[in-house]
């Protein structure tokens, strides 16, 4: 009954015109046609072009015209003999090391609290882990704007109602604290990417290693010490180089808190480069060779990235 | 209903040459087994049939048109995955009548023989479960239902069975065969399992890394295996291999203890050789016996007796049909059936 | 395992309890800003609570400056971004939207490319990829600046949707690959074997049974597009093409004495991704820790 399907049917199957395949890398092409245009456009174009504008004299008045005139390394010189850039770019490194390295601490403490799975509030926590990393960052800014701010702020009236201050610090006014309160308000809204990877990680660990180690009498800490942190190894180098690269970039919360202030001592290097391009004097030719010399820097870190992630780790 | 045909078919992957140029043809209606070793192109070969790879030199054809270059859709191919490779976003129905729906043809027509197809296959009352609510069987049967309600020229089989547990595995195995004695569509059936091979088909295709050693239905690979490999691979337990030296008369093994030789072979040279011969053919006597076997292993199964043990320092293995009350330590006298041996030149591996 | 101390429940709940303050307090200060008037903020500067709450800065935002309420009676200077909060509301759902629909799509089929098609070239675009994402946005701001201004996209949505896609488009890409190359390929090439084409069986098959994968991606690229700010403000310097952020951002110089309203606002603007957070958790975080880690 089976074979004898209807001869209409299997006539049909003759008539139906039979095609050669597309070949795999036309369609290739042609599924990637719009991503390589993005890409080339968006992303490789200007990349060059920031490369030629860092060559050339680029004000207000070349933008205009659109004719810019070639000047060497002048724009370079202009800025290595900035000490603002220098300023900058040492804020930028200090803001880097330590918000990278709370990133990971906080990250990995509070990854092991909410990884405990016989406690029932772990889940609330779990639940709510991602809450700072939906805060948009600039609502981030003016959040702990708010909090540190002098005569009304949040942070004041606490310490007051604990009875830790008399009268009103003065936070961002104060080039340590202000920086303080910049690197507190990014890890906080930063952290929970970290939180998530760690969790995972520690998610992958088999329970079986840790029965093995309490037969043996580990303490909690030598358990720690001797299963966990080695297995997490490979993602903490993961979210080293990856936060790294951001932390780099640091932008909103400069903008919302301190604006780069007190005077110039919170200035970053994005920050210089938004500054000198987009506010008057308007040297976008400086501006382009300041942030060449960022991206070359986050450059190097993100061929580490790219190495040990597409290259080592194998998950 | 048509026959396949494969000529100096090669296949690469890089440069790495993985199917090395091999010629079959496949009659109309046939039953098709493919096996080989783990990594021998016996995948491979077939998804260059369905037009799933490239065709690196040679041709596919199909009822002698080649169809090396058109599209798996339009090549009225059916292929069981070995993972089934149910959608599991669509319902069994679903999933058999995809095919169907994707041709444009008529709904109650779909219906109809998804309903035939169902009745066959004893899916009737799944046919609204999605694949993750089925046993294993149920899918496999699934998955030949997808196929066969397309009335395809030509089916393929991935080794369809290996993930099943072994009492279903021998039930599908009966199944599918009826299954095609019933519709008489030409099949490829690609196995692991030499057995299967044996029991289901109609020719065996045995390759090896690449190249085909033999084609032929199963009794003749069992009876006269082309070479020691091919000996070998077929039948269970296999076949024991002796190693020695043809001289005038005999068999010389390594110790020194000599085997008889067929008749009408007193004349071959001198050379080392392996000496062929499957467990069944042997017999115990207790006298005349032409050699003696040291009994180490016995392994009653119920139907047969399996013995292991050694002549002259070398292993063999023995099925007896009746129960025997031997010990482990124990040395038996047996006779061998000479029309049996084969011979197998001991550097080319061919059959001498 | 085996049991639980008492000592180390009381310890972990408590350690719980400290990271869900972590996470939640810095939020209470844009609460209570947000529900009390600015006299109420000036008055008691020690308080915690304020002595009383009010909804007059929503009803100021919401309307746009029209409804002042019992509070802005006699204020005639506002800050513009109350003005212009509602149409910033607008531009940021379309371009969050536009963003997320196209980046998805675009991210989708070089996904596809990828894991599903084995070509020599896909593993230099994936490596592009990765390299893309780590470009420091700053670095191509000021020519992405010049390049809109020339081709006349500066101040227009279109524009800022644009910069915006190139610069996701990675992360996208990032996201889906090891989704679609832990897909089995079988099921690939039986719908192949069953009618469709190539690119068929991608649309009726992958895709259809990646939705949770797609639907994670796009969750994070709608997030990370409403929060974005660097772009919008290079390209939008018009008030008619401000998103959210920009409009945000505007306040920093009126900071000093609409303390409160900025914290209303901030409370709408933080309120549409924070729900999708909370709904989505589950898929966020596999989207999250897929993107970070080859999968
Ligand atoms: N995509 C590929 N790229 C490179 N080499 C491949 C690829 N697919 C298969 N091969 C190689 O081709 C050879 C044949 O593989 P094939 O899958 O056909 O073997 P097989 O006979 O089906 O093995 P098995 O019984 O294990 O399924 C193997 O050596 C394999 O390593
Ligand atoms: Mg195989």
Redesign the pocket.
């Known amino acids: 009954m089976l074979g004898q399907s209807d001869p209409a049917v299997s006539n049909g199957k003759k008539a139906k015109r039979r095609w050669a395949e597309l070949a795999p890398s036309w369609l290739a092409l042609g599924m990637n046609f719009p991503t390589l245009i993005c890409f080339v456009l968006i992303l490789a174009y200007p990349i060059f072009f920031a490369g030629y504008l860092s060559f050339h004299d680029v004000g207000v008045r070349e933008l205009r015209s659109g004719e810019y005139s070639f000047s060497g390394f002048a724009n370079y010189i202009t800025l290595f003999s900035d000490p603002v850039f220098w300023k900058s770019l040492k804020n930028t490194v200090l803001f880097v090391i330590i918000s990278v390295s709370l990133e990971v601490v906080i990250g990995l403490a509070v990854a092991l609290v909410i990884n405990e799975h016989r406690i029932k509030l772990s889940k609330l926590t779990k639940f709510l882990i991602l809450v700072p990393w939906a805060v948009p960052p600039i609502v981030n800014g003016f959040l702990w704007a708010f909090i540190f701010n002098t005569q009304f702020g949040y942070l004041n009236r606490l310490l007051y109602q604990m009875g830790f201050i008399e009268e009103q610090v003065i936070w961002l006014g104060n080039p340590s604290t202000a920086f303080m309160a910049i690197v507190i308000a990014y890890v906080w809204r930063t952290v929970p990417f970290n939180i998530l990877l760690y969790h995972a990680a520690l998610q992958g660990i088999p329970d079986q290693l840790y029965e093995a180690a309490e037969l043996d009498r580990a303490t909690a800490w030598e358990k720690f010490r001797y299963i966990t942190l080695p297995l997490l190894r490979p993602i903490i180098a993961v979210t080293l180089i990856l936060r790294t690269t951001f932390a780099f970039m640091i932008f909103d919360e400069i903008f919302a808190i301190t604006q780069g202030g007190p005077g110039n001592d919170t200035w970053v290097a994005a920050w210089y480069t938004y500054k000198t391009s987009f506010n008057p004097p308007f040297d976008i030719g400086v501006g382009a060779a300041s942030a060449y010399v960022l991206a070359l820097i986050v450059g190097v870190v993100a061929i580490a990235y790219v190495r040990y992630v597409y290259t080592k780790v194998e998950y | 209903m048509a026959n396949v045909s494969v000529e100096k078919l090669k296949?690469n992957?890089?440069t790495?040459e993985?199917?090395h140029g091999i010629d079959i043809d496949i009659q109309d209606g046939e039953f098709v087994a493919?096996v080989?070793?783990?990594?021998?192109?016996?995948?491979?070969?077939?998804?260059m049939i369905a037009g799933l790879?490239d065709v690196t030199a040679g041709t596919v054809s199909i009822d002698g048109e080649v169809i090396n270059d058109i599209a798996p859709r339009d090549r009225d191919i059916a292929m069981v995955f070995?993972s089934y490779a149910l959608y599991p976003h669509m319902t069994v129905a679903q999933n058999m009548g995809f095919a169907l729906k994707l041709a444009k043809t008529a709904p109650d027509e779909i219906d109809t023989r998804i309903r035939v197809a169902a009745a066959t296959l004893n899916l009737t009352d799944y046919l609204e479960r999605f694949p993750r609510e089925l046993s294993g069987g149920q899918r496999q049967r699934v998955a030949m239902g997808r196929a066969i309600v397309r009335s395809p020229k030509v089916f393929l089989f991935?080794?369809p069975l290996s993930n099943l547990d072994a009492k279903l595995r021998v039930r599908m195995r009966t199944e599918i065969k009826s299954l095609h004695q019933r519709l008489g569509a030409t099949s490829i059936y690609?196995t692991?399992d030499q057995i299967e091979a044996m029991t289901m088909a109609d020719r065996i295709v045995v390759?090896r890394?690449?190249y085909i050693e033999q084609i032929g239905s199963p009794l003749e690979l069992y009876d006269a295996p082309n070479n020691e490999f091919v000996a070998t691979f077929i039948g269970s337990p296999s076949i024991n291999l002796l190693e020695g030296r043809i001289e005038k008369d005999a068999f010389r093994l390594t110790d020194g203890s000599t085997l008889p030789l067929p008749d009408g072979l007193d004349d071959l040279d001198t050379r080392a050789a392996k000496y062929g011969i499957r467990p069944e053919h042997f017999e115990i006597v207790e006298t005349g016996g032409v050699a003696t076997v040291k009994i180490d292993v016995v392994e009653p199964t119920g139907n047969e007796t399996i013995l292991s043990g050694t002549i002259g320092g070398q292993e063999v293995q023995i099925t007896q049909r009746e129960r025997l009350n031997l010990k482990p330590g124990q040395e038996v006298s047996v006779t061998l059936r000479l029309d049996a041996i084969h011979l197998f030149d001991a550097n080319t591996g061919q059959r001498i | 395992m085996n049991k639980v101390t008492w000592r180390y429940r009381i310890f972990m709940n408590l350690a719980n309890v400290l990271v869900i303050c972590f996470l939640l307090l810095p939020l209470v200060p844009v609460v209570l800003g947000a529900f009390q008037s600015e006299r109420t903020l000036h008055g008691d500067v020690w308080a915690l609570l304020p002595a009383e709450y009010t909804l007059d800065n929503f009803r100021l935002i919401l309307s746009g400056g029209e409804n002042k309420g019992e509070i802005f009676q006699g204020i005639d200077y506002l800050p513009n971004s109350v003005t212009w909060f509602r149409n910033a509301f607008m531009n940021s759902m379309i371009v969050a939207t536009s963003v997320t629909v196209l980046t998805l799509t675009l991210a989708t089929l070089t996904a596809l490319t990828i894991t599903r098609l084995?070509l020599s070239w896909t593993s230099y675009l994936m490596n592009a990829t990765v390299i893309s994402r780590m470009v420091p946005l700053i670095v191509l701001m000021l020519p992405l600046f010049v390049v809109m201004r020339n081709i006349g996209l500066l101040n227009t949505l279109p524009g800022i949707i644009m910069a915006e896609v190139g610069l996701l488009l990675p992360y996208a890409i990032i996201i889906l690959v090891p989704y679609f190359q832990a897909f089995p390929k079988e099921l690939e090439e039986s719908a192949r074997l069953d009618g469709c084409s190539r690119f068929g069986s991608y649309v009726r098959i992958v895709v259809p049974l990646s939705t949770p994968a797609l639907a994670a991606c796009g969750v994070i690229i709608f997030i990370i597009s409403w929060h974005e700010l660097l772009i919008p403000l290079i390209i939008a310097s018009k008030p008619e093409f401000m998103t959210l952020p920009v409009v945000l951002a505007g306040l920093v110089s009126d900071q000093f004495v609409f303390f409160t309203v900025m914290m209303a606002i901030c409370l709408i603007g933080l309120a549409p991704t924070l729900l999708l957070v909370l709904l989505l958790q589950k898929y966020l975080v596999k989207g999250l820790t897929a993107g970070a880690v080859k999968g």
């Not at chain 2, 080989?36 to 998804?47: A, I, Q």
């Open positions: 296949k992957y890089g790495m993985v199917i493919l080989g070793p783990s990594g021998c192109g016996k995948s491979t070969l077939l998804r790879e070995q991935d080794e690609v692991h390759m890394g690449g | 084995n």
